[in-house]
């Protein structure tokens, strides 16, 4: 039987996730390529990883105000991109799918114009006043990236106008391409279609908005986005079996310490978590707040990685007074008045 959808679709692995395997799934929709080059269709790596036991909790958590008055939010983390489509929830899941009735997710993907998006990535991601990749990146960095670039059978140099951000989005999304993932089998794209029967849908963010929270990183910060992407590139895949794995058992201290582990490890990279996670997770509680105190019920799906730690949307609304607690795999979910 498959396993159904909570947060993942119960692969494990043993690599260890750096934090960039997290963060591009959930930039996947902006899936680009150089102008000058197809994304390659090469075979996808031999990897059948074991099937993961569902623990006692799920990825999802119940909101509800400090008072009496407001309305009530389920919030669920999601593994965002997949190999195959969702075919049904978690019970738990979906019940608290249907007691809502109002769908939020980070970005609405049934109204996005991928191309228009590939265009606005291009003409900000292009590196002007006579720069190159190879001088902005110097020679170690620029070398690991030409032997990447050629893995993946791009010709040589096809990168070498961009912006390391949008080099490093740009291997990223063909090598979870050429894994067979794919953006369209999301839990919010599933989520989104069965909104369309009556839900309404409400977006915390926007592709533009995703666009410009990596145009406007600093050089030091884009070369070390680039960095990363190269250093987990060939480990993607467990990577992410990884984090399926955890999410489907509902265990938000084994995520939280897979996530983080190279924020322990490279305090260097606080101003990327800083500016993927944390400056994100800011917004999106603040607008969660809002919803809440208009009454009524919502149902929230976002990347699994901003509900985690002390700077996650839960502990995030926690700090502000409304009660939160993680749903345990057999509740019961009501529809009560609010």
């Known amino acids: ?54 623990a006692g909790r799920v990825l999802l958590w119940k909101v ?18 997949r190999r195959e489509p969702v075919s049904e929830l978690d019970p738990v899941v979906e019940a608290a799918f249907q007691s809502a009735d109002v769908l939020v997710v980070e970005v609405n993907t049934l109204q996005l114009d991928e191309g228009e998006l590939g265009r606005q990535a291009y003409a900000r991601g292009v590196l002007r006043g006579g720069q190159s990749l190879p001088r902005v990146l110097g020679p170690e960095l620029y070398a690991r990236l030409s032997t990447a670039v050629r893995d993946l059978g791009y010709p040589a140099g096809s990168f070498d106008a961009y912006e390391p951000w949008l080099a490093s989005l740009t291997l990223s999304s063909s090598a979870l391409v050429r894994l067979g993932y794919d953006p ?44 990363e992407t190269l250093d987990e590139i060939d480990r993607f895949a467990e990577s992410l079996d ?15 310490r897979i996530v983080f582990a190279e924020l322990r490890a ?35 799906v976002v990347g699994a990685e901003h509900l ?8 995030l609304l926690r700090q502000r007074g409304f009660r939160v607690e993680q749903v345990r795999r057999r509740s019961a979910i009501a529809r009560d008045p609010v």
Request: aromatic residues 6%; hydrophobic residues 45%.
């Open 1 to 54: 039987m498959k396993p159904r959808a909570a947060c993942a679709d119960g692969r494990a692995g043993g690599a260890r996730l750096k934090v960039l395997a997290v963060a591009l799934l959930g930039l996947f929709a902006l899936r680009v390529a150089p102008a000058n080059a197809p994304v390659p269709v090469l075979p996808a790596p031999d990897h059948t990883p074991p099937a993961v036991a569902s």
């Open 64 to 81: 509800t105000p400090p008072s009496d008055a407001g309305g009530v939010l389920y919030l669920l983390g999601d593994a965002r991109a």
């Open 184 to 227: 369209r089998y999301g839990l919010d794209r599933y989520l989104l279609e069965r909104a369309r029967m009556g839900k309404r849908v409400v977006a915390l963010e926007s592709g533009q908005r995703r666009i410009e929270l990596l145009d406007g990183m600093a050089f030091g910060a884009q070369r070390l986005l680039l960095a």
């Open 242 to 256: 990884e984090i399926f794995a955890v999410c489907n058992a509902g265990d938000a201290s084994a995520l939280e």
């Open 266 to 300: 490279k305090p260097e990279l606080e101003p990327l978590y800083e500016r993927v996670y944390f400056e994100r997770n800011r917004s999106m509680a603040k607008q969660l707040e809002a919803s809440l105190l208009q009454g009524g019920r919502w149902f929230a």
């Open 308 to 315: 985690i730690g002390e700077h996650g949307i839960p502990n």
